[in-house]
């Protein structure tokens, strides 16, 4: 459907993107995701004909957009990461201009305006001027705009910044039916929002793509660096001991943290992690070693973004802007990881009063 | 295009713009012709035309600062970019949108020189030439408003440099009387001119070797020039004044006369700023 080929933009000195080349199939939905400053929003604009291209094409659906533009951009609706719209006019207004310039008429239009309102959900504003409505509803007019003359491509640009939580979840609903029918592209610089909903998740950093692939296989990738790790109320050469006597931990860490409990990393060579936690669950209780918590890290897609991202920026030396995010989604990162905990703890709390019967039986 | 022209329509009548536009201009309109064709009792509509074309000055810029800046800074630019459109569609449609607001005034002021013919005699036929030729003549400004409009995204700012660039132009005929009209000093101003050429170069397409190259080609064939033949240079300046008025060419309308090179002069200018507008906004694609 999209072919894109060798594509550089250059701003004098500046390479914002730099050789990229991929291809999209019909009928999925694509995540485009990277840091700030990453080359997102410039692909995009090459991509629907907003911007040109120092080096290479873009074709779509067989038309390059350079080339035949007209062509090209009637198969697309774009929406910019700002919705382009006419703050001193109505959505119905707005539609229409749009739905004109896309080549539609008549009844077609009428019918077409009313399908995109109901299918985003403005018939309660369609007749409000735009400059007072909610930022949410302002993404949805833009989104409808894009959705005009039913293109086979929908290109969003970072469609759920800046909105609360409930429109984050409406928008990502109405993305998630666009993708039955349409071939829908978003970026995003939100992790765990490309992961709920991308079939499947392009990685740029620095205007490279470092990864395409399904967030499944991403994981994977990552698999081989699964960690498991503990807190016990015990000291550091009796944990050791335990350890040692264990076949299935290959190599850990410790950290004292005072107050009698030490907090163990271990790493995982073969098996799943399942596994591990039970068998140092046991051999804890055995000891009569209390665990005061137990967790399991997998690889998310998170670790895979940072290892991907984060090797590029070793390579090419720190960017600010890079490091901002990075921070951010580490926080991301351990804000999920104490809900892993809990829940851990939880069942932890559950096996515990199963545990107890069965040593007392013994 | 139509979709453009229709839209920018909707988009003038639902703000002050064209309102405040039209009525300027009748209010001037209004006025002229009642101190010539009323108080004085003067026969000729014309000469009230020739009174209101300063007050283009005002409201021209008025009426074009927002065409381009406000798609810009609003960022609608880029929904214009996405949409199956040409950037010549766009401006064209917008330039259309422009001459039709200016028009529904026109149409009402040239029914003026009917009223007045029921009063006397009045020579209709040098009346409906000047206000042809003064449509025209608004249309050529219009278009280097669009023209400024496109270089910033600043409303005001697009005011601000086309107001002077119209005075300027208003004035110049005038201003020609007391530049230098020596050789030496027509020659120096021509090579100050292609330095400011230069700039201008430099800031439209950021492209320095570009500007350089066309500003030193430009002084080396005006010294060249100089040296070979300075009398070609004699009250030169003065001339050139004089010719890129667009003002100076309306008062030959006035006189009575339809000057057909005075109306290919004025389409030129449309072609030429509407050129220059396409260019504008092709080149933030390319920046």
Do not use: K, R, S
């Given at each position: 459907m999209i072919t894109v080929e060798h594509l550089t933009k250059r701003y004098g000195d500046f390479t914002?993107?730099?050789n990229l080349s991929f291809e999209i199939e019909e009928g999925h939905v694509y995540g485009f995701l990277g840091?700030?400053?990453?080359g997102k929003s410039t692909t995009m604009n090459i991509m629907t004909g907003c911007l040109s291209a120092t080096e290479g094409r873009v074709r779509i659906g067989g038309y390059d957009i350079f080339e035949e533009p007209d062509k090209a951009k009637r198969l697309m609706g774009y929406l910019p990461e700002?919705?382009?719209?006419?703050?001193?006019?109505t959505p119905v207004e707005y539609l229409k201009f749009v739905g004109e310039a896309k080549g539609l008429k008549g009844r077609e239009l009428a019918e077409q305006i009313e399908k995109v309102i109901s299918q985003t959900k403005l018939e309660d504003v369609r007749n409000r001027l735009i400059s007072k409505l909610s930022k949410g509803y302002r993404q949805r007019v833009g989104i409808a705009q894009a959705l005009l003359g039913n293109p086979k491509v929908i290109i969003l640009d970072e469609?759920?910044?800046?909105?609360d939580p409930l429109q984050i979840i409406e928008i990502r609903d109405l993305i998630g039916q666009l993708g039955q029918e349409h071939t829908v592209i978003l970026s995003s610089h939100i992790l765990s929002e490309v992961q709920a909903i991308c079939e499947k998740v392009l990685i740029i950093a620095k205007g490279k793509l470092v990864a395409f692939d399904k967030p499944e296989n991403l994981e994977k990738l990552l698999m081989a660096s699964n960690t498991v790790s503990f807190i016990a109320e015990a000291k550091t050469d009796e944990i050791d001991e335990i350890l040692k006597g264990?076949?299935?931990?290959a190599d850990w860490q410790m950290k004292d943290m005072g107050n009698g409990s030490t907090c163990v990393e271990v790493q995982i060579e073969q098996g799943e992690a399942s596994n591990l936690c039970r068998s140092i669950f046991f051999a804890f209780a055995k000891e009569g070693k209390a665990l005061l918590e137990l967790t399991s890290k997998k690889a998310n897609l998170e670790d895979v973004f940072i290892e991907l991202t984060e090797s590029d920026i070793a390579e090419r030396g720190l960017t600010e802007s890079v490091l901002e995010v990075t921070e951010m989604e580490e926080k991301e990162i351990k804000e999920q990881k104490t809900v892993e905990k809990i829940i851990i703890k939880e069942e932890e709390y559950k096996m515990d009063g199963t545990e107890e019967s069965g040593v007392e039986d013994k | 295009m139509i979709a453009v022209l229709k839209h920018e329509l909707s988009n003038y009548f639902h703000s002050l713009t064209a309102y405040i536009f039209g009525a300027f201009l009748l209010a001037f309109v209004g006025i002229g012709a009642m101190i010539?064709?009323?108080?004085?009792?003067?026969?000729?509509?014309e000469y009230v035309l020739s009174f209101v074309s300063l007050v283009f000055v005002v409201i021209i810029p008025i009426l074009t600062m927002r065409v381009i800046a406000e798609e810009r800074k609003q960022k609608t630019d880029q929904l214009l970019y996405s949409l199956p459109l040409t950037t010549t569609q766009v401006v064209i449609g917008k330039y259309l949108a422009l001459l039709v607001i200016y028009l529904i005034p026109l149409c009402l002021v040239s029914v003026y020189p009917l009223i007045f013919a029921q009063y006397g005699e009045v020579y209709l036929l040098t009346s409906y030439g000047s206000i042809a030729a003064f449509f025209i003549m608004g249309a050529a400004l219009i278009s280097i408003g669009t023209f400024i409009s496109s270089l910033t995204e600043n409303q005001g700012f697009a005011a601000g440099i086309a107001i002077p660039v119209i005075l300027l132009n208003y004035y110049s005929v005038s201003l020609a009387e007391h530049v230098s009209s020596t050789a030496f000093g027509s020659a120096i101003a021509l090579c100050v001119l292609s330095g400011l050429l230069g700039v201008v170069i430099r800031f439209l397409t950021k492209n320095e070797n570009v500007a350089y190259v066309v500003s030193i080609v430009l002084i080396a064939v005006v010294c060249i020039t100089y040296f070979m033949?300075?009398?070609?240079?004699?009250?030169l300046l003065p001339k050139i004044m004089t010719k890129l008025s667009l003002f100076e060419r309306f008062y030959t309308f006035v006189s009575g006369v339809f000057d057909m090179t005075a109306i290919v002069y004025y389409l030129t200018v449309i072609a030429f700023f509407l050129f220059l507008s396409v260019q504008s906004l092709e080149k933030r694609r390319y920046n």
């Open positions: 914002a993107v730099n840091p700030n400053g990453a700002q919705p382009p719209l006419y703050m001193n006019e469609p759920t910044v800046g909105l264990m076949w299935v931990a | 010539y064709n009323i108080q004085q009792a003067v026969a000729n509509f033949d300075n009398a070609v240079f004699e009250g």
